[in-house]
């Protein structure tokens, strides 16, 4: 990667992490989006990078004071059912990235765009916690996404926030989840020797731009309604979604007709 690469990668992680934090989520969608966009890496190499930086900005998050909230019997569902599940979706990974790009950025576009209109659709509150077999059945999606693309985030989003939880205790929970997730998956990807070649230098770019807007956010969060951020989100999202399907399914449809 040379300079500029590695600025833009460093400017989309400090986007990445601000938003993150402010929302409990969203990390590993907005880094996977842009950077697959751009050009600026491989799909699995960008997975493992995000992964990389979506642990730092959970053990920041979570250092500060943030582990007191985890719902920890929810969060032990959540990894017993999506741990299992990333290994499958890392397979699936590796086997479409040396087969099916396309097929990869269109899944991948996919996953963007429907999360933001999840975002953009709030769940409505349920009166009483689910059952202990809906946790394992999110996680079990969770955990493919995540072995896939690094954004497990989506389908615990969607669940956790419908359960009679203060959102602190919400967020808090997600970040843990997504942390232990990435340390299952990084342990993956080294084992497999995939490690993406560029990693040292430009985590060395991005790991303070994570630190630096995590405490931002935290620190001084914005002037702006909950319902406002959601929406610029939600906007984010969905064009870097569209951008990246779009021209994947026209070399689908290409290839097809051949």
Not at 95 to 106: E, F, G, I, P, S
Not at 166 to 189: D, N, S, W
Not at 214 to 242: D, N
Request: aromatic share 6%; hydrophobic share 60%.
């Amino acid at each position: 990667m040379g300079f500029e690469q590695l600025a833009a990668f460093a400017g989309i992680a400090a986007v990445a992490a601000y938003v993150q934090t402010l929302t409990g989520f969203a990390f590993g969608l907005v880094m996977m989006g842009v950077i697959a966009l751009a050009g600026l890496l491989p799909l699995p190499d960008a997975a493992a990078m995000v992964g990389m930086l979506t642990l730092v900005n959970a053990v920041q998050m979570l250092a500060h004071g943030g582990w007191r909230e985890v719902a920890r019997r929810e969060l032990r569902l959540i990894l017993m059912a999506s741990l299992p599940s990333l290994l499958v979706g890392y397979v699936l990974l590796e086997w479409l990235a040396d087969t099916r790009v396309d097929a990869l950025k269109l899944g991948l576009g996919a996953v963007i765009m429907l999360s933001s209109l999840q975002l953009a659709m709030r769940p409505a509150g349920l009166a009483r916690r689910s059952s202990d077999a809906s946790f394992v059945g999110f996680g079990i999606v969770s955990g493919l996404m995540g072995g896939l693309f690094s954004t497990g985030g989506p389908p615990l989003v969607y669940h956790l926030f419908r359960q009679p939880l203060p959102p602190e205790r919400v967020r808090e929970t997600l970040v843990a989840a997504f942390g232990a997730a990435q340390i299952v998956r990084l342990g993956m990807v080294a084992a497999s020797g995939n490690l993406p070649s560029a990693s040292a230098v430009a985590l060395v770019c991005a790991v303070p731009a994570v630190m630096i807007m995590t405490y931002a956010a935290r620190r001084w969060p914005p002037p702006l309604s909950r319902q406002t951020m959601r929406r610029l989100v939600f906007v984010l999202l969905f064009l870097s979604g569209l951008s990246l399907a779009l021209p994947a399914a026209a070399h689908l449809l290409v290839a097809a007709q051949l």
